[in-house]
């Protein structure tokens, strides 16, 4: 199982970020997909997931986020994304592709650094 995170960087508040996962592995067109964060000195913290297939492919983000990121997948390209506007400072953090197989799998994250 690999998952690799790119797309982070430093954004202007106010700006946005597209973030994406490459996964390869597993059977990524029937695993549900999560994205989560992490702020220097804090714990990680869960921010969106989407669900597999056509007809539950569902997805949710954490309330502190909602109506400013969207989680969405390509399953013929293995990939998840996670778009992000209107970053505030308080997004700053290390954001992580995650899957459970069993046991949870991790990619090494991208750093995202919301400042003026």
């Known amino acids: 199982v690999q998952l690799v995170e790119s797309g982070g960087g430093l954004v202007q508040p106010g700006g946005s970020l597209r973030l994406s996962c490459a996964a390869s592995?597993?059977?990524?067109?029937?695993?549900?997909m999560s994205w989560y964060r992490q702020a220097i000195g804090k714990q990680r913290l869960w921010v969106a997931t989407?669900?597999?297939?056509?007809?539950?492919?569902?997805?949710n983000v954490r309330d502190a986020v909602k109506g400013r990121f969207t989680i969405s997948r390509d399953n013929s390209q293995k990939m998840v994304y996670l778009q992000m506007n209107n970053l505030s400072p308080e997004d700053t953090a290390m954001y992580y592709c995650?899957?459970?197989?069993?046991?949870?799998?991790w990619g090494r994250g991208t750093q995202v650094i919301v400042s003026s």
């Open positions: 995650m899957t459970n197989l069993q046991a949870n799998y």
């Open positions: 592995g597993f059977d990524f067109g029937k695993t549900p």
């Open positions: 989407i669900g597999w297939n056509r007809t539950s492919s569902s997805s």
